[in-house]
């Protein structure tokens, strides 16, 4: 598995973890989840992650749960599996949690990302 973090300004993080093949993830080949977390003195508080949790055909896309309710799925709405869409879907869902004043650190921080299918 690999993950870590990459830093988007003093208060936001994303972490990444890739895990390794399975062939149970039928496009990127792995799973994978990509959290924002807002640091906070003594710890990390989660705000949302992205996932590719669903093998079930058809289900392979991306999707975002948000902290507040963590079992429903907000999908991206994106209708291809291309990896540059996602993330900047990734980057719109970021900057509307964040703030538009945010969006150069948050970009630098998404493009910084690994597709999964590596």
Sequence with gaps: MKR???PINKNFEIEYRYY????NYKY??????IYLLEKKTLRKNYVLHMDNCETTSGKWSPHIHKAENVN???YFGVSTLNWGDIK???L???VDELGEKNRTHAKKAVTKLMSPKI
Excluded: S
């Design 72 to 74: 429903k799925k907000l």
């Design 88 to 90: 900047n879907n990734f």
């Design 28 to 33: 990127f080949n792995r799973k994978f989840e």
């Design 4 to 6: 870590g973090t990459i």
């Design 92 to 94: 719109d869902c970021i």
């Design 20 to 23: 390794d093949k399975n062939t």
